[in-house]
Nanobody, 124 residues
Framework: QVQLVESGGGLVQAGGSLRLSCSAS????????MGWFRQAPGKEREFVAA????????NYSDSVKGRFTISRDNAKNTVYLRMNSLKPEDTAVYYC?????????????????WGQGTQVTVSS
């Protein structure tokens, strides 16, 4: 199991930007595909973005494509989510997740470990 800790959330005005970080424990971070998900009040958790363990493959939900960028630094055991042009509908708790399957993929499902989440609030 890998421990994940998100940071970087906060309150931002519509049109603004934030960068979320997710730090992982252990020495095998480079083996894991990583993803970001979010959950708004009263809604189910939804996929946001994913990145393969090498960083060569990425995947985005249609709602964030072109505005959000996922990246990773395997030397720092950290995955990032850069969020630009934020909208009020992006307000949610954002979670990072690890896929320990050892495949090279960036999928919207199949994650094994989850962080506690960080709140992002976008005001209009």
């Amino acid at each position: 199991q890998v421990q994940l800790v998100e940071s970087g959330g906060g309150l931002v005005q519509a049109g603004g930007s934030l960068r979320l970080s997710c730090s992982a424990s252990g020495r095998t971070f480079s083996y894991y595909n990583m993803g970001w998900f979010r959950q708004a009040p009263g809604k189910e958790r939804e996929f946001v973005a994913a990145i393969s363990r090498s960083g060569d493959n990425t995947n985005y939900s249609d709602s964030v494509k072109g505005r959000f960028t996922i990246s990773r630094d395997n030397a720092k055991n950290t995955v990032y989510l850069r969020m630009n042009s934020l909208k009020p509908e992006d307000t949610a708790v954002y979670y990072c997740a690890a896929d320990r399957s050892f495949r090279e993929s960036a999928l919207a499902y199949g994650y094994d470990d989850w962080g506690q989440g960080t709140q992002v609030t976008v005001s209009s």
